[in-house]
Structures are given as C-alpha cells and as structure tokens.
C-alpha cells in the first residue's frame, strides 16, 4: 500500500488514481466484437503492468469472465495473468459477469458470485469488493449476500442521491441487518477517464474534477477512476500522476487499487450514516427503473430457466446422485454460465441492439435445452431402474421439502384405448385429457428393438396428450409412481358450455357484462367485483425507459364484448374467453386519439380442484406499435405499502413517493416512480385479508388508482429505439445510441403469458403467500416409462436392472417448518447436499426441522459453501437436523452429508 509521505501532509486530500475498464461484454455491439476487442486490451494491459515502471495496478471490471474470455483465445498468458493476480496487481471477481440484481432471482446472484471468486481466485486472487459501477440500482439483500462470501466493503455508483447522503461514504444495512462499508462514485466510473495532456488544460481540470469530489466526501481519501467503457489503457498515466503531483501540491495522488484504496478509507471514517433497504434513488444518477419489462420475451425465458435449474433440475440431481448416479457439475456450471452472460445489466435488461439480443435469446435457447435434457436423463437413469412390472408406468418428482398433492398437468403419449390411472397404492385417479394430437407414424416409426427376443406391446394409434391428474401423495424431496391401467376405464367426461361462470372449493369466478370477472371467495364471503382489467397505453420510451406520450389514450378492456365458453371436468374448470381491444397503430394515432389499429386476445382462467389459487393464461396477437399491456386487479384495499419478494426475503414498498412533487424543479435525471421488480409475487395485505399476483413472466408491478388500491401486473411493453431523448419520465440526452432502431422490439406476433392470483383471508405472515408462489413455480415433473417410446424419439436405452423402490424421498421439512426452500443441491466441493433456506415473513421469524431417510452430519456454511469460523455443527449422526431460528430476511446454508 502507498502511504503518506510524511505526518505533516496527513490533512491533504488523497486522491487514489484507479485505473480500470468497465467492458460490456455486448450492448449497441455483439459478444463477438466485444471479445476481439478484448484481446487487444488485455495484452496492452499485461504490458503496461510488466513494463511500465509505477504502473502498479489494473481493475478488470471484477468480472472474472473476462479473463476466461482471454484465455480461451490466448493461453499462452496464463501464467502472465496468474502472476499479476496473484500480486494484486490485475484486480478481478467477485463477479462472473456484472449482473443485475433486481430481476435477476436470487440464486443466479448466489452463482454468480460464487464462480466469479471460483474464477478470480483459479488465476490467484479474487477482490473481495463489491464493486458494481453501473448496474441500475441495488437490492436491499446485497448486504447479507456480501457478508456472506466474506466481502464487507461496497463500491459503486448508481442509486445514492444527496437528499438521502450528501457524501460519498455510508454505511448501508440490509433488510436483515447486515452491514457493509459503503462508498459511492458519485460522479460515476468514468469520472476521470479524459485526463488532458496540456499543462494549461491540467490544472483548471484537477481543480474542477477533484474539486467536486472533494466536496463530496467526507474523508481526505478521494476515489479517482481512470477509465470508462471498452477503453484503452492510458499508458502514460504514471507520468500524469507525477505531474499532478508537481502542479497541485494541495493534494497527493497516487495510483491504486479498489481494496487497498477501501481499507484506507474506512480507517479514517467515523460516524458515518446508515442507509437502509434498496438503493434505487435516480436525482443524480438513471436507474431506469421500469427496465423491468424491456424485452418481455427475453425475460420470460430468464425467469422459466432460472425457475427451472433452481427449483427442479439441481433438486433431481442431487436426488438421482443420492441414488448412485454422477451429479454432473460442469455441466450445471455451463447452464449458469450462459444464464451469467445474459445477467449482466444490460443484457438482462434488454437495453441493446436487436443483434445482440439475438444473440441473448440463443444463449437462452442453448441453457434452457442442455437444462431440460440433463432433467430428463436423469429423471429416466431413476424410472428405468424402479422395481415394476408395469409397461405403461409415470414417475413423478417433487422438488419441494413436503409431500404433495393436488392436480397436475403430465405430458404423455397415449394410445386410444380408455384407461384408469393408479397409484403405488393401488388408489385409481381421477384425470381429464385437455388435449391430444395424433402421431402415430411419428412415434411408432421411431421404434428400436434392441432385443427383438423380448415381447414390446406396440399400440395400433399413438397420441401425444396433455392430461391433468389429480394426485394423492407425491413424497418428499423424491418420486412416487403412477400407473395407466388399460383393462379397465371409460374416456373422462369434459363438459364445454356456452357460459360464464367457473367454481371449485374455493372461489366462483362469473364473467361481467361490462367484460370484467367477479370473483367470490367462498371462504369469506368476500366478492371482488371488476377484475382483470386489461389495460393498453402508449409507451413513448426506449430499451431502458418506459414513459408515455404527451397525448396518451388508454385503453381498457372493461366494457368490451367477449365471448365466453367453459369447459368442465373432474378435476378442473376453465373459463376460456375471446376479445378484440380497439387500440392505435402507433403512437401518432394515440396522439390523435384514432384506434385502426386491433389486439386479438385469449383468455384462459382455470381453477383446478381443491387449489387455492386462480390460473390465468393469456394470448394476444399484436400487430401494433409502441405500446404497453397490463393487467389489474382490485384489492379494494388502500395502502401506503405494497408487498412483493425480493432474494430470500420480502420488501415492503411505498405506493406513492413525495419526491414526485419537486423532481422536475430539482432536475433529477429520471421521474421517481413506483413501478417495481419483485421475483415471483406482489401484491397488498391489509392484516385481515389480502390479493397477490404471481409469475414466472415479466416481474414488474405498479400499485395504482386513486386509493392506491390495485395491483398492475405488466405483461409486455414495446418501443422502436434502443435510446430516445427527452421523455415525459427522462428529460434530455437519450440513454443508449438513439440511432439504434430496434424493431424486433416491438415483439409483432403472438405473444403469450401465465400468471396466478392468490387470494388471502388472513394477515401476510399467516397466508404463507411465498410458499404459495415457489409451489407454483414448482410444478411437479414426470417421466414416461413406455416400450413403444424406446427408440430414436427419445434415444434408446438397454434394459436396466431394477433394484430401486417405488416410492422414495432423501429429505423433507417437519410440518411446523415455515421457511422457504431456496436451493437443494449437491455440494461443489464434497458429497454432501446443500440446502439453503430463508424466512420469508414480514414480522415473524422462522424455523425447520430437517428431516433425512438416513443418519447424517450437518453444519451452517456460508453461501459460498465455506466453512463458518467457529465452525457450527447442527447435528452429528442423526436423521433429524434442527436449524436456528431464522429472523426477518435472513437466509441460512448448510451442507449435509450422509
């Protein structure tokens, strides 16, 4: 570390000169560029840190994919890297890429830093620094996720304004109350990245810059970024800082790292502020907050793999690996690592060219079918060897700590004969089919027989089917089996009428002649009238702002003719509804307040037997331009706060804001608004009952009406320009290249979303409206063992020895457990699981008890699967293990082994 030259300068101001490149991995530009490019600077960097004398230090972003990136195409510099990252003197991690941390879910944060420090730390170190220099905000858990990877200083810059800090250094305190030392750049990471060269430009300059940033902090150290996006490294910068060093003797400046500069700082910080929650003020700084629904194509395919790996895959892998099969590591980590490379900021957020987000959608495409064949091989390693005689036999999976039940939807290929279905009990199931195609020549001319020794029964006609099934007892954390018994059975009777009302246990819901839903909640009494409104408005912002037109006209479903039909089974009912909303082309008729422009839609509402939620599917063509599409329901409850899920753990916002009154007279850079992220839900509680909205889809809400009383679920909004200037919510200087026009934008075509409502007749806590959520984001899975499927269609597979029993279950949650599950998986560095949990309540705490099929060892890591000093042993040889009581958003990891 640089020190002072002498104790009579220790009142100067300090200003550390920190070098570095902030590399977008792709934006306006492709990953492809982005790449070739970064070669040519990673070797200039390497020769000015091995060469130039007093160029002692480089901050690679802290995104370790970048040197994976380089080795890739240069590993004969491997041991260059090693060297100067051994030396602390290349700064990387702790991030795999720059990700997002709104609308990124919480495990893919998790991930990424832990094969971020996994990268950093393979070439020798990995800073232990938050730094994130521009994504757009930061969520309120990054406190508790920080400490726990062993990082306690942050470093960063959008989301702090001087009405809430008016220096540079805090201390910010998560939702659980974890703390870290915070300081911002308040100026941003490209601050002091045009340094001028001439003498008489230099010292105006200096005064000015470092002028500002004195002004602003609170201590004698000033933080001095040199550099800006996909920069060259400035070469002469040690001759510069000796020249400042000449010409300003008020100061001493010294060039220098993120983590030395962090640890000098904080030495000489005293009573500093505490700020509290979200960081997500944009007065000084764009946050550019309803980013949330920018691309609502990519990002439903963000959340479904996200869901996906978390919530199934990982938990079959470790169930399968318990049974004896290989948990397939490298693979999972290439799933993550293409999800890690959409997450950075403005990939997930959608803000680039539509080459580049071509490019964002293949990644996804690559990640969601490695993801989806891994599931399905190991889900057939586990059926293929179950003790049976059955031909025709469905093995189920639950991936969540409890025995569950309730209908189910299974994809399967039948044949035509009527069947019952039956479980390991022998209990028959009642089911319906919703659909079925016929592709006979299709499966059957696929057929192998590996052993033409051994009888195959081959059906006359195969159909691909969709069946909903009403299941008993799916075990815990495991599998059970279902049967098709074809000896006996009738076709389920499906009822389709011309009408308006659906019921199951627990709700009616009737349609309206003004075109809204009635939904009555059986249980209470309650009747919510005029529901699921959609509504349509203009959107005259860009790839980074919603923000409507001067002239808006909106548009609502409520009052529109619909035609309606039911359809009505065993097991389920759905309401199934079409409409036309009359809406402008584009936003020159809105302007003008002309609608030739139309919005086919279909409207599915299901409720299934016995389920406390309702489904809703939507599907609408668009065929015009700029707009944006929401859903509303009415909660007829008034409320300062709405309620939503943030990583493990739950937020409670404000529905309005009072900076709304003078952003536009104190210049802010963006409107402050209330529309929000969430992860799964969102909604509002009064203590006695409540109404959440629930999705896989776009996570993006907005609390409106004049009550402040009703949920506004997006579910798409399209524009035409990567950047635009001067929107009604971001006045001036577009954000991104205004020249960019983005059609594929404008999502033209069919376009489809599922959500659920969840409706509450108690306070928040006792509803457990979060394990509602990660239920339906869990749906159960199943894998066809059949004869006639063996073959090319599936690829064939040798007969098995069947040695595994018909039911099983590796774990599960005592019943008086309420802590939700985040993650169930195997171990990166033992054969042990880990399982992680989090309180999801807004005032209470939480518990669990763990229970296993055999004795294990346990004890609390950290998230980075660290052992904890001193080490916490939970358990040592017993099935049961007990976790500590868990307080408000506080998450809990702990490696199991057996």
Known sequence: MEGYRDMSERNRTKVHVIPHTHWDREWYFTTSRSKVYLVKHVKEVLDALENIDGFHYYLLDAQGSLLDDYIRWCPEDEERIRQLVSAKRLMTG?????????????????RNL??????????????????????FGQSAQMPQIYREFGIERFLFWRGVSDNTNPHTEFTWEGSDGSRVFAVQMPFGYYYGGNIPENEEDLIPYLEKQIGALERKASTKHIYFPNGFDQAPVRLNLPELIKRFNALDTEREYVMNEPERFLAEIEADSQDLPVLRGELMEAKHMRIHKSIFSTRADLKQQNNRIENLIANTLEPVLAISHSLGHDYPHRIVEDIWKLLFENAAHDSIGGCNSDTTNQDVAFRYKQAYDIALNLLDLHMRMIASTIQQEETFAFTLFNTLPYVRGG????????????????????????????????QTDYVLGQHIDLNPSRKVHLPERVYRAKLLVELQEVPAMGYTQIVFDFSQGAAPVIERRNEDKIENEHFTIALQANGTLQITDKRSGQVYADQMVFEDNGDDGDSYNYSPPERDLIVSSAGSQMSATTTQTSVSQTLSLRFTLDVPYDLEERTAGITSGALPMQVEISLRKGENLIRFQVQVQNEVFSHRLRVLFDTGIASALSIADQPFGVIARPTSLPEVEVWEREQWQEKPITIEAMQSYAGLNNGTRGMAVMTGGVREYEIVGEQMDTIALTLFRTFGFMGKENLLYRPGRASGEKIVATPDAQLLGELSFTFGLHIQTSGFDEA????????????ISSYQLCDFLNGRLIFAFR???????????????????NVVLSSFKKAEQSDGYIVRVFNPYLSQSANVNMHFNQPVHAERVSLGEQPLEPQQRLTDG?????????????????????
């Open 878 to 898: 017993e099935e049961v293990v007990r976790l500590p009581e868990l307080a408000h958003c506080k998450l809990m990891t702990v490696l199991v082994s057996i």
């Open 799 to 817: 007969d098995e020895a069947l040695v595994l029993d018909t039911d099983y279950s590796l774990m599960s949650f005592s019943n008086d457990s």
């Open 768 to 779: 457990n409206v979060a394990r509602a959520a990660r239920e339906y984001l869990t749906p």
């Open 407 to 438: 209908v189910t939807e299974i994809e399967a290929y039948i044949p035509e004969e009527s069947f019952v279905i039956r479980d390991t009990k022998g209990r028959e199931l009642a089911y319906t089919i919703v659909e079925k195609v016929d």
């Open 114 to 135: 832990y094969y971020g420090m996994k990268t950093a730390q393979k070439y020798g170190h990995a800073m232990k620094v938050g730094y994130v220099p521009d994504a």
């Open 94 to 110: 702790p991030w795999y890429t720059q990700t997002d941390q709104l609308v990124i879910s919480s495990e893919s944060m998790v």
